[in-house]
């Protein structure tokens, strides 16, 4: 099953506007992590975020993580069209294995 | 470094055939993992292993087997392929230690099973 649930399935804006995806989960976490894919490519890490932190920043990305409402958002921002592809959120729960359970994933399209 | 790779990139196999996807991964890393993706579905944990010799059960194990007799390699068998079967397999793979940590992706299997 499912942990995390994304919000939208897709999203589509003009280069130079901000982009924001939201994640929900189920359980509690050790962690959340944001990946993203192109299309026929593997999953790339963007950014992670520990249980005990809140904010995170890296370049033009933005991860908040509310533990007690199981959220978490992704901001892009200034997006370009290289930021076209699917982005997706990735739980982490404690214990072996560092293991991650997967969201569906938001489809982002970024025009020209 | 290459990273993690993947060997093929794209196999159609016949209802029962059988095959091995191999990932390997040169970044010294403990955890290996290997997932399938379907449509709608996001990535799905099929089996994992901790260390050279270990292998464990993910979410959609049913159908494969892993080996990793080797740190560097884990092979992902279909002993005996169905049309449920046909997916993207990706292969992964993460540093150990005291905290947590991110996981490399192998750019992907393509497998139609008609």
């Known amino acids: 099953s499912q942990q995390g649930e994304e919000d939208p399935q897709a999203l589509s804006i003009q280069e130079g506007e901000n982009a924001t995806m939201n994640c929900s989960y189920k359980t509690s976490i050790n962690n959340l992590q944001w990946y993203r894919q192109n299309s026929g490519r593997g999953l790339v890490h963007l950014i992670l975020?520990?249980?005990?932190?809140r904010e995170k920043h890296s370049g033009r990305l933005r991860v908040t993580l509310d533990t007690s409402k199981k959220s978490s958002s992704l901001l892009i921002t200034a997006s370009r069209a290289a930021d076209t592809a699917s982005y997706f959120c990735a739980t982490g729960l404690t214990g072996g294995g560092n293991k991650l359970t997967f969201g569906t994933g938001t489809q982002l399209k970024v025009e020209l | 470094n290459a990273g993690v790779t993947q060997t093929p990139k794209f196999r159609v196999l016949k209802t029962g055939q059988s095959m091995t996807l191999l990932c390997a991964q040169d970044m010294n890393h403990e955890y290996m993992y290997w997932y399938r993706q379907d449509p709608g579905m996001g990535l799905r944990l099929i089996h994992y292993?901790?260390?050279?010799?270990?292998?464990a059960k993910g979410e959609v194990p049913d159908g494969y087997n892993v080996s990793r007799l080797k740190k560097q390699n884990f092979l992902l068998g279909l002993e005996s392929a169905a049309p449920s079967q046909t997916s993207v397999y990706f292969c992964a793979s993460s540093s150990t230690g005291q905290g947590v940590y991110e996981q490399y992706f192998g750019p992907g299997t393509r497998l139609t099973v008609t």
């Open positions: 975020i520990r249980s005990n932190e």
């Open positions: 292993s901790v260390g050279e010799g270990t292998t």
